[in-house]
């Protein structure tokens, strides 16, 4: 049933409809909206986030609902995932809905505890993101995170799962930003270094936060945003369902609520058919959330080669494309950035601004 959906996803991409007969292969899910980091390049610093984690009757709903076709759900959002007490017990849900599952964590709550349980789940994959390869850097962009300690929650992870044989894939990821661009090659090789670490990905900033004029100019939008024929959707903890992460973070307004309707009239609302319709005549700009979107376009080809080969081959071969890309190795057009603009008008952050006269130490967590 999943390579029939990617099947019918393919041929409507590749044909340009703007009405889908499959379903997203992947969603992201964010199944708490709690962190306990504040972070300059995070959404969250510009849309504050209640306290609070997605309800079951959300959740089950939605992994019901896309059961036949869902390949990947990555249970990630604007939260820590290990700030949900219910993080593992969803996991198994999909398990037994044949869904697989990706975490990200910012590694602060990885104890000997955490892992331990986490190695006994079906998780198939999981990000460390560690936004740098010097303390100065890291803590810059982590802020309330100290350097030393989630290193070493990372490697003792890696350690155990690499002990235990245990089957999830491990990848590292930094996002490459102005402070850490120069310790890529110190970042790939300490962790290629590390037992149970499968992959090192280098990935690029794919917000706005720390470059708020940067977008695709027009000659990016040749070809369709394979989000609106591919997902992944965006799935707020409160139900809400936007094509993507960025339109939320971009202030989009949702195009459907888990619960209100079936997840197939969201995914052919008359709006995701209205995005899909400019897309398709090379006018992605006049949407206000595209025109201002960061993040990198792929080529057709591997578009349409991601809707071939199964959503688990897709994660595996990722961080090798985007590495040989990035390094100059494959051209430059197979994934196309956005562009820095010349203007950089101020954005306020509402959580890490500090007031006058007070330590920024003071905001590390919750």
Same mark, same amino acid.
């Given at each position: 049933?999943?390579?029939?959906n990617r099947a019918r996803l393919l041929w409507a991409y590749l044909t340009r409809k703007t009405t889908v007969r499959g379903l997203p292969v992947e969603f992201i899910v964010e199944t708490t909206a709690k962190c306990n980091?504040?972070?300059?390049?995070c959404p969250r610093e510009t849309h504050a986030q209640p306290k609070e984690d997605m309800t079951d009757v959300i959740f089950e709903r939605l992994v019901r609902e896309s059961a036949r076709s869902a390949e990947h759900m990555?249970?990630?959002?604007?939260?820590?995932?290990?700030?949900?007490?219910?993080?593992?017990?969803?996991?198994?849900?999909?398990?037994?809905?044949?869904?697989?599952?990706?975490?990200?964590?910012?590694?602060?709550?990885?104890?000997?505890?955490?892992?331990d349980r986490l190695l006994r789940t079906p998780l198939e994959h999981i990000t460390l993101s560690f936004d740098g390869a010097t303390k100065e850097s890291y803590e810059f962009y982590r802020k309330g995170a100290r350097f030393?300690?989630?290193?070493?929650?990372? &490697?003792?992870?890696?350690?155990?799962?690499?002990?235990?044989?245990?089957?999830?894939?491990?990848? &590292?990821?930094?996002?490459?930003?102005?402070?850490?661009?120069?310790?890529?090659?110190?970042?790939?090789?300490?962790?290629?270094?590390?037992?149970?670490?499968?992959?090192?990905?280098?990935?690029?900033?794919?917000?706005?936060?720390?470059?708020?004029?940067?977008?695709?100019?027009?000659?990016?939008?040749?070809?369709?945003?394979?989000?609106?024929?591919?997902?992944?959707?965006?799935?707020?903890?409160?139900?809400? &369902?936007?094509?993507?992460?960025?339109?939320?973070?971009?202030?989009?307004?949702?195009?459907?609520?888990?619960?209100?309707?079936?997840?197939?009239?969201?995914?052919?609302?008359?709006?995701?058919?209205?995005?899909?319709?400019?897309?398709?005549?090379?006018?992605?700009?006049?949407?206000?959330?595209?025109?201002?979107?960061?993040?990198?376009?792929?080529?057709?080809?591997?578009?349409?080669?991601?809707?071939?080969?199964?959503?688990?081959?897709?994660?595996?071969?990722?961080?090798?494309?985007?590495?040989?890309?990035?390094?100059?190795?494959?051209?430059?057009?197979?994934?196309?950035?956005?562009?820095?603009?010349?203007?950089?008008?101020?954005?306020?952050? &509402?959580?890490?601004?500090?007031?006058?006269?007070?330590?920024?130490?003071?905001?590390?967590?919750?």
């Open positions: 049933m999943r390579a029939l980091l504040y972070c300059p390049m990555m249970l990630i959002g604007l939260g820590e995932p290990f700030l949900d007490r219910k993080i593992f017990d969803r996991i198994e849900f999909c398990d037994r809905h044949k869904i697989a599952t990706l975490l990200s964590t910012n590694g602060t709550l990885l104890d000997e505890k955490t892992v030393e300690k989630v290193r070493d929650n990372f &490697v003792r992870f890696a350690r155990m799962k690499h002990e235990r044989g245990a089957k999830v894939q491990v990848v &590292v990821q930094m996002v490459r930003m102005e402070r850490n661009a120069g310790e890529v090659e110190d970042f790939i090789r300490f962790w290629q270094s590390v037992p149970g670490v499968d992959q090192v990905r280098i990935k690029e900033d794919e917000t706005n936060l720390m470059r708020a004029s940067s977008g695709h100019e027009a000659e990016d939008w040749k070809h369709p945003c394979h989000y609106l024929w591919r997902g992944p959707m965006y799935v707020k903890h409160n139900g809400d &369902v936007y094509p993507c992460c960025q339109s939320y973070m971009l202030d989009g307004k949702p195009v459907g609520r888990i619960g209100e309707q079936t997840l197939p009239e969201i995914w052919n609302s008359g709006e995701m058919q209205r995005m899909r319709r400019l897309h398709v005549e090379r006018r992605a700009g006049e949407i206000d959330v595209c025109s201002r979107c960061c993040t990198t376009i792929p080529h057709p080809a591997l578009v349409a080669g991601s809707l071939v080969l199964h959503g688990r081959t897709v994660r595996r071969l990722l961080p090798v494309i985007e590495r040989l890309t990035y390094f100059s190795k494959l051209p430059r057009r197979l994934l196309r950035p956005p562009r820095p603009q010349t203007s950089q008008p101020k954005t306020e952050l &509402v959580q890490i601004a500090v007031p006058a006269g007070e330590d920024s130490g003071k905001h590390g967590g919750e």
